[in-house]
Structures are given as structure tokens and as C-alpha cells.
């Protein structure tokens, strides 16, 4: 038997199945496409997922393939300066295409020994209370303990489930293409520009070699999606904006998307989980798709694998659900108020240039940049130290840094005292002992995810709180 099926091969299966792999599960990753995308949808990594890849040791790797750019104006396109001293130690946006984001995270997982079929198209499952049962298009079946569907918006696994998926059609719609054009560079630049001021789905992006990433806005809605549009109805958007196409020609891929939101009603059924587009859909406004399902698959990784391990204590598996999915139902509200903002109706405008002042005031405009990276996430773990549910950013250590000592996997106690101890738990748990000057509690205990899950000094609070996330003491 398998021990996890992960269906979908993008981003984020593939950072599930690292994550499965870091612990020793063996994790089947099933791909209906043959080859991998050549359609870029993101364009770039917000701050936690930076840390995310800093804590697995993959972000040099993606910093050597992307570029660096402040952060500013995600929100809606609002442009403000940053603030002082974000609470992260990448205050910075990466751009890099999905493609290669899904190229570096493939490669991880299969260093790590996860295994990898393209061309498996998975039709149909059931589970019972040993496990689940994938039929592939081929009449293959398949026996797995868990299975996960990480195979996007229209996900096959969802639709399987009979999971509901509420949520709001599209009203407007946008089409994108890598072409090349035929107008100048600097005149291009220019009016894009000056388009861009007032027009904030409207964009035309240098890749290089003369092709550009153009999106416009469509006239109207297509009735099916997944039809991709044509050069001629590319050409149509963009010329409705800028009253000329630029001599868009020789496109390498055209692509729609839209600005339906929904969201998954839960993310798990029994031994069925969704994760990223599989579990929620929005608009792209603020690029938080793609990293809201990596940061998904951070979540579930070692919660899954802690099952399928034993140790997993009640309710930790579906803790997945109940932190998860109040943080995609922000990221639908954000973006949802974003598209408002976009419109050049007078009532969104004025609320724009309302929105627009109120980010003058520094603590705004840092909360909007805190949601739009995930910084701000606090998962629920009930009343505590201010830091309870938060990530722990990367700290200076005495001996290092706190992110190099997460790289297994592993909960870990951050003990500034020396005086206490996670014995019962050391297989699940280390317990490093050093300081840092830029945390003001005695001791920290961290989950895999880097989420804290205690603060102290207190032995015996330390020991109520360890089975709660590492389940029972060896004894």
C-alpha cells in the first residue's frame, strides 16, 4: 500500500510531496499532463513562502533564478512606500515564473525520493476505513492510506467527494499570452505606463528575446474557460485599452482567467484532503494563489505524515482544516475588495482614494502588507502569549540561524533557560538551548511549520502542551 496519493503535479503537490518525503513517506505524486505547463499563471513568491523555502534550504536556489523587488503595491495596485522593519527577514517579493517555481519544487521532491507519474489521469476513488482506492483512466487502481488532491480549481478529486464549492462566478474576465510585439520597447514601456496608472489589469512585460507577458481585460465572460482565447480576441482587449495592439503576433501560449471566487466547504473527508486551487479559487490581485497552496502543503505535510506514522494525536489532522480554511477565506475577501478597487466606476474610485490616504498611516498600510505576504497569519491556538498561532521569523541565534535548525522537519524548543526539557518527545522534538537577542520569551516551542505553540518557562505548561501537537511520550 502506498502511503499517500498526491493527485496534481504543480506547485503544490510537488511541495507536498517534499514535505511527505522529508519524513519518509512514501508519496506517489499522479500527473494527467505529460510534459510539464508552459503557461505561466504566478509570477512570484511573497515573503512566508520565502521563509517557507528558507526553512527547507531551497531559497538560495530561488533566489538565483528570480529578482528581488521591493514590496509595494499589491494591494490593488495602491502604491506606498514599506514600512520600517517587517516582522520577516525577506521584506522582499520574488518574482519568478510558476514554471520554474514548479520545476524547483519537482526537483526537490524527487531528491527526496517521491515518485513521480506523468500521464496518470486519476477518474475515479473510494475509502473505506483503511484506506482509499484511486482508479486511474487506464483502469489502473491504486491502494493508498491517504490520498490528497492538490489538481486545481476544477479538481477531479473534489468533484468525486461531492465537496461543495461556493462561491461566486466570474464577472469579468481577463485574457493573457506571451507574444511578441511589434511596437518599439521605450514606446511600449511608455504607454503601458501611463495606461497602467488608471488601468490595473492591463500589463505588457518584458521577458526577454522580444516577447512580452500581455493581459488585458476580455469583453465579457466566456461560457467555457478552458478554452483558451484567441490572438484576435487578444488583440481586441488590447487595443479597447490602449487604442492599439502594438503588433501583438507569434504567441507562445494564450491563457483566460477570471475573478470567480469559492471556496471548498471542508478540506477533508475522511482520508481525502484538498490543498491549494483544489480548495479555493479567487482572483489574482495581490499574486497570493500560488503561495496561499504552498503554504497549504506546509501545513499538511507533517500533520499527514504524523499519521501515517502513528504518532499523529486527536484532532491533529484536522487541525489542517480548521487553521487552513479561515486563511483562504481572507485571501477571498482581500481579493474580492481589490477587484472593487480596480474599477474605474466614480463609486470604486472614491473609495480607492479612501483606501489610498488611510495607507498613509503606517500601521495600515503594514497590516494590508502583512495579509497580502502571510506574515500576519495567526492560527487559532486559544488565549496565550501574544506569539501563540504566529510563525516565528528567522532569528539570529548565537550559534546561527533559527531557520538552518528547522530543515528536518522537526518540532523544535527554542530554550534561552537550559533548564528545560522535551525527554519523551525527542524523536519528534529537539531541544535546541540558545539565545537571541530578538526574543523577548524564555523559551519558544515551535511546530514543524515554525508556528509557536507555547511560550514559557514553565516545565510542567511545556508537558501539557507536547502531546497536543506531538502526540503521546515514548516511554
Known sequence: MID????????????????????????????????????????????????????????DRFLALGQ??????????????????????????????????????????????????????????SQDEDGVTAELA?????RSRYLVGCDGGRSTVRKLLGVGFPGAPAQVEWLLGEVEVGTPPEELAAVVAELSKTHKGFGAVPLGDGVYRVVARADGVAED?????????????????AGTDFGVHSPRWLSRFGDATRLAERYRTGRVLLAGDAAHIHPPMGGQGLNLGIQ????????LAAAVDGWAPAGLLDSYHTERHPVAAAVLDNTRAQVELTS???????????????????DVNRYLIEKISAIGVRYDFGEGHELLGRRMRDLELKRGRLYELMRGGRGLLLDQTGRLSVAGWADRVDHVVDGSEELDVPAALLRPDG?????????????????????????
Open 4 to 59: 499517500v496519493v498526491v493527485a496534481g503535479g504543480g506547485p503544490v503537490g510537488m511541495m507536498l510531496a517534499g514535505e511527505l518525503r522529508l519524513h519518509g513517506v512514501h508519496a506517489l505524486v499522479l500527473e494527467k499532463e505529460a510534459e510539464p505547463t508552459r503557461v505561466v499563471r504566478a509570477l512570484g513568491l511573497h515573503a512566508r513562502s520565502l521563509e517557507v523555502m528558507d526553512q527547507r534550504a531551497l531559497l
Open 68 to 125: 528581488r523587488y521591493p514590496i509595494g503595491a499589491f494591494f490593488a495596485g495602491i502604491a506606498k512606500p514599506p514600512p520600517d522593519r517587517l516582522d520577516t527577514a525577506h521584506p522582499y517579493a520574488l518574482a519568478i515564473p510558476q514554471t520554474t517555481t514548479e520545476r524547483l519544487l519537482t526537483e526537490h521532491a524527487i531528491e527526496l525520493g517521491a515518485e513521480i507519474r506523468r500521464g496518470c489521469e486519476l477518474v475515479g476513488l
Open 138 to 142: 487506464d483502469g489502473t487502481r491504486l
Open 225 to 241: 474557460r478552458t478554452v483558451p482565447p484567441t490572438l484576435d480576441e487578444l488583440r481586441q482587449g488590447v487595443r479597447a485599452i
Open 296 to 303: 497549504d502543503a506546509f501545513n499538511l505535510g507533517w500533520k
Open 344 to 362: 474605474l466606476e466614480p463609486g470604486p474610485q472614491a473609495v480607492r482614494r479612501l483606501v489610498s490616504e488611510l495607507m498613509d498611516f503606517e
Open 451 to 475: 508556528h509557536v505553540a507555547w511560550a514559557g518557562d514553565d516545565q510542567r505548561e511545556l508537558l501539557g502542551r507536547l502531546p497536543k501537537w506531538f502526540g503521546a511520550a515514548l516511554t
